[in-house]
């Protein structure tokens, strides 16, 4: 057995609904991506979440990741490595609050 | 097939006369109507340097081409007149029913002119209007004066004719006074209520019949492109996304990205966004949605708090504004206290936005008089009016809130300073650092540090800190139309803030909402323009032009009326975030980058538009003014 490591997982607007939880405190093994993570949720949490997210390999429009608050596509997209104490949210895309 | 002829009210409050003004169908096509058309009204119309209390002041209600027309959320109307919050020109923007019972009633804007002796209502219908006395309404709030008014038009229906009204706020000549109409909705910003207190204006009635189908130039054509244009907002993800989540859908993902302003602009992130968000009020005090007339998307929220000591009757709102405003900005989790206060700063006419920066200005400066670190002078004087009023503004009290918007409405005690606004209410406790607006006027919930491209829109928004002259925020936050990283100096950016806020003045001009416009652009409602007016030749390169000659004329006005300063508060612009991703940036880093170019772009001389920018706008009539 590796390392484990803390990160903080929410869920907002749709994905607040679909989970029916908004903030998971979760211990994953060091050197997991994002893409691990989707998997890890989608087998272990709420299947159909990583068809739901994805298209094949690419964030579904109009989806949207944040890695402590930085889109998910400002680092390594999904392979972007996750870290002690992360946070990362998965929301719908959120328009507006003119 | 008819040219549209557009037909206004001028309307005396000094002498209780009223006459007809007709708008020549070259000039609407220069300002279109709206916040266009008010503005040219008031470079024309309004002295140079008046007080805004000022008989000569002038506020202008303005519909535009497509409002009640049924084009596609085309319930709103625009306010304009001289700020006496900020001192420059100011104008609001507001949805539900008026803008649309206001045509039917026979006109499709008023001018408010004169000051009467005592307080009036206008019973406008059919073509007609009357002065009523308002006496027995004065000093009430806006929930009652519209129940009263309905009994004395004898139409108990909401749904049927409209009214706009004043709260004590307004009569007060509070400086963060919002205009309101069908009780929820306010023409909210730059203070411009207090204008109609100061003129004795408490109320106007709005019903009639006219059918203004019947008036456009190509009514087939307009029902055809009308519901083109209705397939393709509705088909868009937005609008749906909208009717179900409503704008309180932000608070959330603001607050992930570091820029939800919390602790008056302290910090970045709330612990407890949560208990403030969209996806909370849902599973809580959410009864249904509401729309504005004729809109389908109803993002309106209706809540109620059934019991408890913020007990609150089925009402609209709160919107993602004001929920920010008295939440995280006051450090408040408890949306009960949130619904409860929006909703008596609606029936007293506040404009939340301000009145919530008013207020964390306030608890700040307690903070420090505690602290003794303001002048002892001011300090003795803070410390014996709160005692006085009874009230404990400390972070996070809720009560004392509540309190403070009595207070304030009825300028009691330190309710008389907290009417003014933040700026003065800083400036006079020797604090100005402590408020945070542009050009006087508070600003709305999203931290330019974290969102750099609002650092432009903010600082070169005409009315002061506003989000509603260029929602870059869209691109930053959101990533459309188009991504942008939102700490990235991208120089693209200003060219897109330049023509978001070209844009939206033309929106605000047609009038319509702005919910609308990300699925939808110029092309989208050219057509349906042409057909209501009769503009066969008009190209999108002209509309955006128009929009441009409005957005510079704005500025034509304000730049005579004192220093007007291209800027962020010093706070946002010298302090950078403790925390987040935006952790160690500063305004000034981002604004520095962008206002150059901007200027460039648009191509003013250190935010003055250039004579060649003037005479290339067809704005000479106003080189001199």
Redesign the interface.
């Known amino acids: 057995m590796g390392e484990k490591v803390k990160i903080k997982v929410?869920f907002?607007?749709d994905y607040?609904?679909y989970i029916g939880k908004?903030?998971l405190n979760l211990d994953i093994p060091d050197k997991f991506t994002l893409i691990d993570l989707i998997d890890y949720i989608d087998k272990n949490i709420k299947k159909g979440f990583k068809e739901k997210l994805l298209n094949e390999n690419s964030i579904k429009y109009?989806n949207?990741i944040?890695i402590?608050?930085?889109?998910a596509?400002?680092f390594e997209n999904l392979n972007t490595k996750l870290n002690e104490n992360d946070?990362i949210?998965f929301?719908?895309?959120?328009?507006?609050?003119? | 097939m008819r040219f549209l002829e557009f037909k206004l009210a001028r309307i005396n409050l000094s002498d209780h006369n009223w006459k007809e003004v007709k708008i020549d169908d070259k000039l609407l096509r220069k300002f279109i109507g709206g916040r266009g058309l008010g503005t040219y009204l008031a470079l024309k119309e309004i002295p140079k340097g008046i007080d805004p209390f000022d008989k000569e002041n002038k506020i202008y209600i303005l519909t535009g081409p497509l409002t009640g027309t049924g084009a596609f959320e085309t319930g709103r109307y625009h306010v304009v007149g001289k700020s006496p919050l900020t001192g420059f020109l100011g104008d609001a923007n507001s949805g539900g029913d008026f803008g649309p019972w206001l045509r039917f009633s026979g006109f499709d804007g008023l001018i408010i002119e004169g000051k009467s002796d005592y307080p009036i209502w206008l019973r406008i219908e059919d073509g007609d209007i009357k002065f009523n006395d308002a006496s027995s309404l004065w000093g009430k709030g806006v929930h009652h004066t519209e129940k009263i008014i309905r009994e004395k038009v004898k139409i108990s229906s909401e749904t049927i004719g409209s009214i706009l009204s004043i709260g004590p706020a307004g009569e007060n000549k509070s400086k963060i006074a919002a205009i309101m109409n069908d009780r929820y909705r306010a023409a909210g910003r730059t203070g411009l209520g207090a204008v109609l207190g100061d003129k004795k204006l408490k109320a106007i009635w709005v019903y009639g019949k006219r059918n203004l189908l019947k008036e456009m130039y190509d009514s087939k054509k307009f029902i055809s492109e009308a519901k083109k244009l209705t397939d393709k907002i509705m088909g868009n993800p937005v609008s749906q996304a909208l009717t179900q989540l409503g704008t309180l859908v932000l608070m959330n993902m603001t607050n992930a990205l570091g820029g939800l302003p919390t602790k008056n602009w302290t910090h970045g992130i709330y612990d407890k966004a949560f208990d403030i968000s969209g996806e909370h009020l849902a599973e809580s005090y959410l009864k249904t949605r509401k729309g504005c007339w004729g809109c389908t998307i109803q993002c309106s929220r209706v809540t109620e708090v059934p019991e408890g000591p913020y007990k609150t009757p089925i009402s609209e709102g709160p919107e993602y504004e004001s929920t920010w405003a008295h939440g995280a900005n006051l450090l408040i989790d408890d949306i009960s206290s949130i619904i409860k206060m929006n909703y008596l700063e609606n029936d007293m006419g506040f404009d939340t936005i301000s009145f919530g920066n008013t207020v964390s200005t306030l608890m700040e400066l307690y903070e420090l008089a505690k602290q003794g670190k303001l002048d002892k002078d001011k300090e003795k004087e803070l410390i014996e009016l709160i005692n006085m009023s009874g009230i404990e503004p400390s972070w996070g009290n809720k009560d004392a809130i509540i309190q403070l918007i009595y207070l304030a409405a009825y300028r009691n005690k330190i309710g008389d300073l907290v009417a003014e606004g933040a700026k003065r209410l800083a400036e006079h406790f020797g604090r100005p650092d402590v408020a945070i607006h542009v050009k006087g006027l508070e600003l709305p919930a999203y931290d330019p540090r974290a969102l750099n491209s609002m650092s432009l829109s903010y600082a070169t928004a005409n009315r002061g800190g506003c989000h509603l002259r260029s929602y870059s925020v869209a691109f930053d936050m959101i990533g459309s139309p188009e991504k942008w990283d939102p700490l990235a100096k991208d120089i693209k950016k200003v060219k897109g803030v330049k023509e978001q806020q070209d844009w939206f003045t033309i929106v605000d001009s047609l009038v319509i909402c702005k919910f609308n416009v990300f699925g939808t652009g110029p092309s989208d409602y050219l057509e349906v323009l042409k057909a209501i007016t009769g503009w066969e030749d008009m190209t999108e390169n002209e509309l955006m032009t128009t929009g441009e000659r409005i957005y510079n004329a704005e500025r034509l006005f304000d730049v005579k009326e004192g220093e007007y300063k291209d800027t962020l508060p010093k706070r946002l612009l010298e302090e950078s975030l403790p925390e987040g991703p935006a952790k160690g940036h500063t305004g000034k880093e981002w604004l520095d980058f962008f206002l150059p170019e901007y200027y460039k772009l648009r191509k003013w001389d250190n935010g003055i538009p250039t004579e060649e920018i003037i005479r290339k706008l067809d704005l000479e009539e106003f080189l001199n003014r």
């Open positions: 929410r907002i607007l607040y609904k908004f903030e109009p949207m944040l402590n608050g930085r889109r596509e400002f946070q949210i929301s719908p895309l959120a328009y507006f609050a003119l």
